[in-house]
């Protein structure tokens, strides 16, 4: 028993993708160092606003604190977080494999918003502190037989797969419509936008007669290789508390 992976190519970081990161790094930094003299400026003005977002998506259930610097700078800080398991039974071969997946995923975000054009559309910069674990485990329900040959399912083995990224310091870039500390007190909020995350690493276990079947990890590594760009989709409900 083996797996042939649908992957047939590599890709490398295109030069496009390495200006985003910079460019979204270089924002955070800039406002970051605009923020003594912009809250200096707002507390003549009236004071801090200062929101509460709830919201859920691709990465996870949660929140953040959002603090209006000025009409068009906010900064947030957030966290969200999920644990999701799925088991199940997969019968349309001989035989059958029971399986059982898991992701677990932590995210904790530092963000600037920036809307140069009203209340509506924010331009969004900053970084995640981001980890996210995917694993499965799969293992026959019964015997195979093999010509006159029955093996059992401990012969057969098992089969083990964890997916993980190596870097957990990732940049973003994105929008965010709505702003939460200017206008009505309770708000829909939408943000989306990407991380640049690098390529998931999939380590591959098996064992016995199911063993071989991991040789086909670096094949997999190779196709992951594309995948540098993590999505981000976060939809909720904020409340402006002042």
């Known amino acids: 028993m083996s797996i042939s992976s649908p992957f047939q190519h590599t890709a490398t970081c295109a030069p496009s993708a390495l200006r985003a990161v910079a460019l979204s790094v270089f924002l955070s930094i800039g406002a970051a160092g605009a923020l003594p003299a912009l809250a200096q400026q707002n507390a003549k003005d009236?004071?801090?606003s200062l929101a509460l977002n709830a919201s859920a998506g691709l990465n996870g259930v949660g929140g953040d604190v959002v603090v209006g610097l000025t009409p068009k700078l906010n900064l947030r800080v957030g966290y969200h977080a999920l644990t999701y398991t799925y088991t199940g039974q997969y019968t349309d071969e001989d035989p059958g494999l029971d399986y059982e997946g898991t992701a677990d995923i932590a995210s904790l975000s530092f963000l600037v918003d920036f809307y140069p054009f009203?209340?509506?559309?924010?331009?969004t910069a900053g970084a995640y502190s981001h980890d996210q674990v995917i694993s499965g485990f799969?293992?026959?329900?019964?015997?195979?037989t093999v010509g006159d040959?029955?093996?059992?399912?401990?012969?057969?083995?098992?089969?083990?797969?964890?997916?993980?990224?190596?870097q957990t310091l990732m940049p973003y870039a994105g929008i965010t419509l709505g702003?939460?500390?200017?206008?009505s007190r309770l708000k829909l909020h939408l943000q989306i936008g990407a991380l640049y995350s690098g390529a998931p690493v999939l380590?591959?276990?098996g064992t016995e007669l199911i063993a071989p079947t991991a040789d086909?990890?670096?094949n997999f590594n190779?196709?992951?290789?594309?995948?540098?760009?993590?999505?981000?989709v976060n939809a909720g409900l904020t409340f402006r508390l002042r």
Do not use: K
């Not at 009203?118 to 331009?123: H, T």
């Not at 093996?151 to 990224?165: H, K, M, S, V, W």
């Open 118 to 123: 009203g209340r509506f559309l924010g331009i």
């Open 138 to 144: 799969a293992e026959p329900m019964g015997s195979y």
């Open 179 to 183: 702003n939460p500390t200017r206008g």
């Open 149 to 166: 040959r029955d093996f059992t399912p401990q012969e057969i083995g098992n089969l083990t797969a964890d997916l993980r990224y190596e």
């Open 46 to 48: 009236g004071g801090l």
């Open 203 to 205: 380590d591959l276990e």
């Open 216 to 218: 086909n990890e670096v």
């Open 222 to 232: 190779d196709g992951l290789q594309a995948f540098e760009w993590l999505p981000v």
